[in-house]
């Protein structure tokens, strides 16, 4: 089993950052490909961003790429997610995943294991 808790979600400005994290315990963390899906209300919930174990491959959506950044550190069991020039269209929960893979995947049924979600609003 993996445990993930989010932190770091609020309320915003468009145009502003936040920055997610995801802390994990349980299983060996480095063994897991990570991700980032969101939900806005009435969507179906959707691939953010992922990250090879080793942190060296990383994904985007079409809709974040060049704003939001995911990185990994290894020691400290954690998964981030920088999101910087915020839309009002970002507005959504944020679950970090973990998927016993290589690759990155943007299906979220391909993912192991979730988190509890962090709610992101950015207002207009």
């Known amino acids: 089993q993996v445990q993930l808790v989010e932190s770091g979600g609020g309320l915003v400005q468009a145009g502003g950052s936040l920055r997610l994290s995801c802390a994990a315990s349980g299983r060996t963390f480095s063994n897991y490909v990570m991700g980032w899906f969101r939900q806005a209300p009435g969507k179906d919930r959707e691939f953010v961003a992922g990250?090879?174990?080793?942190?060296?491959?990383?994904r985007y959506a079409d809709s974040v790429k060049d704003r939001f950044t995911i990185s990994r550190d290894n020691v400290k069991n954690t998964v981030y997610l920088q999101m910087d020039s915020l839309k009002a269209e970002d507005t959504a929960v944020y679950y970090c995943?973990?998927?016993?893979?290589?690759?990155?995947?943007?299906?979220?049924?391909?993912?192991?294991?979730w988190g509890q979600g962090t709610q992101v609003t950015v207002s207009s």
């Open positions: 995943a973990a998927a016993d893979t290589i690759t990155v995947l943007t299906s979220g049924q391909r993912y192991d294991y």
């Open positions: 990250i090879t174990r080793g942190g060296s491959g990383k």
